[in-house]
C-alpha cells in the first residue's frame, strides 16, 4: 500500500490520486518492502488486529440493522460504529494487546450511538422512551409516554405522518452471531392533539444470554392519496440505540448450592504482658544532659581584652592623682 504524502509539484508522475469523501488524496509508492514481522513493529501488528477485528464486528452489528437501515441514511454510519467498537475493545482489561475483544469489552458504550449523524435522536425527539427486557420469557418492551407530536418533534417540511420504529438485537461479537427483530406502528397523524402512551414489545429467544441492544428512530412520511411517500430521502429520520443489556453469564443461570453457616471457632489469645523497665534505666533516661561550657569566641575576646586595656589605664591616672594630692 502507498504513503500518504504532502503533494510535491516537482513530481506529479510519481504520485496516485484517489478521491474520497474528504477530497483527493496523493499516494506515493513506496521505496522498500517494510517487513511487518520485525519486532520493532509489534504494536502495530496487535493494533491492526484489533482494528480489524472492530470493522468485522461493526459490518456484523451493521447487517442486523439491515431492516431498518434503508429508512437511515447515512455513509458515514459504518465509520463511526467501526470507530466506537474499537474503543469498546480498548476497554478490554482481561486479554493482552492484540487480543482484545469486544465481546469482553465494555458495551455500554454504545448507548446513545446515533445511525444518522444528520438528524439527532435526541434533538428530533424529545420524549424519553423507557426498556425493559425479561430474559426468561424472550420480551422486550418499549414504552413511550403520552405527548404532543408538533410540541415534542423536530417536525421537517412536507411531513405530515410519523411512524415509531423499534429494534432489538442480540449479538455475540466472538462468535459473530446476530439475532434481530424489529417492530414499528402504523402512520400517525403530526397534530396538536394529545398521543396515548405506546407500548411495543418485540419478541426475543427466551433465556437470552447474549447482548441486547434496543433501538428506537422517528421516521417522517407525506401521506398523499393515501400512498406514503418518504421526506426528503429519510434524511431527517433519526435511530439511536437507546439502551444495552450487557450478556448475562452462564454460570449465573446454574443453581447455586446452599452455603452452611460457618461454625464459630473459640481461640484463645494470649495478650502479652506490658514490661516495665527497671527504676534505674528509667532515672538514666529522665535525667536531664549536662549544659556544655562554651568559651567566648573570636569577636567576644577581642571585647573583653580592650576593656581590660581601657581599665588598667584607667587606674594608672587614678594612682597618680592620689600621689600628687598625698604630696
Known sequence: MGKVVYFNFSEPAQASF????????????????????????????????EFGRAAQSGADLRFAFQATSHLFRDASMYRRLSSQL???????????????????GDVQLLKGFELNENAL??????VQPRTTLDRAKGIAKVDIPSFVP????RIPKHATHYKIVTTV?????????????SI????????DTATMPYSLTVPLPKKEQRHVLVSVGIVFVEILNDK????AGGRYNAMCITHVFPKVGVEATKPVPPVEAPIPLIVEVAVPTKQIKPATTLLQTSSPRPKQLRLPGRK??????????SYNNHGKIASHLLEEQVE
Request: aromatic fraction near 8%; charge should be positive; proline fraction near 4%.
Open 18 to 49: 484517489y478521491q474520497t469523501a474528504n477530497g483527493f488524496v496523493a499516494v506515493k509508492p513506496r521505496k522498500k518492502a517494510i517487513k511487518w514481522q520485525a519486532p520493532q513493529y509489534e504494536k502495530i501488528r496487535a493494533h491492526r488486529q
Open 86 to 104: 474499537l474503543q469498546i475493545i480498548q476497554q478490554d482489561t482481561s486479554h493482552v494487546r492484540g487480543e482484545r475483544t469486544v465481546e469482553n
Open 121 to 126: 435522536f435526541r434533538r428530533v425527539c424529545r
Open 150 to 153: 408538533t410540541h415534542e418533534l
Open 169 to 181: 438485537q442480540a449479538v455475540d461479537f466472538d462468535k459473530n452471531e446476530t439475532t434481530s427483530e
Open 184 to 191: 414499528q406502528t402504523i402512520p400517525l397523524v403530526l397534530d
Open 228 to 231: 406514503p411517500y418518504s421526506v
Open 300 to 309: 567576644m575576646r577581642g571585647k573583653l581584652y580592650k576593656e581590660a586595656i
